[in-house]
């Protein structure tokens, strides 16, 4: 069980909400699942943590929940909840002692929302595909603690959450205290939902030939195009023809997340930017902004190759230092996020020759 509580000052009349969610991993261990941390775009530094036994999840030190934690109990830990778990708990109202507090009628209502933080667009910010309400209490006075139940069974769930670099899909349970001449005093929580999926039908081989004319050939191939978020890409670059001096050689794994208004008519990504941090880019005309990510760069050649060396590819995704979430495609026509391999090659002189590839993932498991 998840506990949100809030206190507010004067003028709430002393009113404590609490959002509780029922259910954790011991109970639907399908369905629910901790986290480490609460999602994020960024790049950690440590980039062994992502290595850690899942198994440390559970005996770890709690993490706080999205929306805080509770004075009396200290803080949660992070649960995300599978798209088919039914989002259902219950509401506590507590007034102070000796207080009472009036109201219009006592709302939950439950959201499934877009959030474009930038100025991607300016006149819709925020796109609301789910909005479900439902009434706690009628209008009257509440002088007591009240424990209500609630429910909301049978949503469908179209969207995992993602919490990007310019935008944001979320799920979040709202209670609305409504009050005659006064703003409502409400308290939010924050659903994680992540949506399991089944590997695509087709899944065929990545093989290409590259080169530039006369000086370098090479052929790269990776065993396939899809992977789920813990597999491993494996492949192998083979040299044709060799006639410059090559010294090294390098592959990163680079995410682009593209915001606004009609990015389904972006058929084809522009370059990839480099280094660790976020590039970002703004398309005047449609009003996109494309925010680009390394987010994990290692070498796998040192030195000059020669023609007909074979070159092994292996990767773990479940090393990546960062939250790798599954490709989004155009969702409802505002965001998207892809993920590339991005193999360099770096001359003597430091020029650079790379090939960029696109990738899809999907989730196999929550977590």
């Not at 949100?4 to 011991?26: A, D, H, M, R, Y």
């Not at 209502?109 to 300016?122: H, M, Q, T, V, Y």
């Not at 773990?316 to 969702?331: C, F, K, Q, S, W």
């Not at 590339?340 to 590839?357: A, C, G, H, I, P």
Request: with cysteine; aromatic share 8%.
């Amino acid at each position: 069980m998840v506990r949100i509580g809030s206190f507010f000052g004067l003028g709430s009349g002393g009113l404590q909400i609490k959002i509780n969610l029922t259910g954790t991993p011991e109970t639907h261990p399908k369905d629910i699942f901790y986290l480490r941390h609460r999602p994020s775009w960024k790049v950690r530094k440590n980039v062994f943590t992502a290595l850690k036994s899942r198994h440390n999840v559970v005996s770890s030190v709690p993490t706080l929940s999205p929306g805080g934690g509770d004075s009396t109990t200290g803080p949660q830990r992070i649960m995300v909840y599978s798209c088919f778990h039914d989002t259902e708990g219950d509401v506590k109202l507590s007034m102070a002692h000796g207080k009472k507090l009036d109201h219009m009628g006592i709302q939950v209502k439950f959201f499934g929302r877009i959030d474009l933080e930038s100025g991607a667009n300016e006149m819709r910010p925020h796109y609301d595909f789910i909005s479900l309400s439902k009434e706690l209490l009628p209008p009257g006075s509440l002088f007591d603690t009240r424990t209500i139940p609630f429910n909301f069974r049978g949503v469908e769930k179209i969207h995992e959450s993602y919490h990007g670099r310019n935008v944001s899909v979320k799920y979040f349970v709202r209670v609305e205290v409504q009050r005659q001449w006064l703003p409502p005093i409400t308290q939010e929580h924050e659903v994680l939902v992540q949506i399991p999926g089944v590997e695509p039908p087709v899944n065929d081989p990545i093989k290409m030939e590259v080169g530039i004319e006369d000086c370098l050939h090479i052929e790269f191939e990776y065993e396939k195009r899809c992977y789920h978020l813990h597999d491993v890409i494996c492949g192998k670059i083979n040299f044709l023809l060799v006639r410059i001096k090559i010294k090294h050689m390098e592959l990163a794994v680079i995410r682009r997340e593209t915001s606004g208004e009609g990015v389904a008519a972006i058929s084809s990504p522009s370059g990839a930017g480099g280094g660790r941090g976020a590039i970002g880019t703004t398309n005047d005309v449609q009003n996109i902004v494309t925010e680009t990510q390394t987010l994990l760069k290692y070498e796998i050649m040192d030195g000059a190759p020669v023609k007909g060396e074979l070159i092994p590819v292996r990767l773990y995704l479940r090393g990546i230092p960062a939250d790798v979430t599954p490709t989004y495609h155009a969702e409802n026509n505002r965001f998207a996020v892809r993920y590339f391999l991005n193999l360099v090659l770096v001359d003597e002189e430091d020029r650079r020759y790379f090939k960029q590839q696109e990738i899809i993932l999907w989730r196999k498991d929550l977590g």
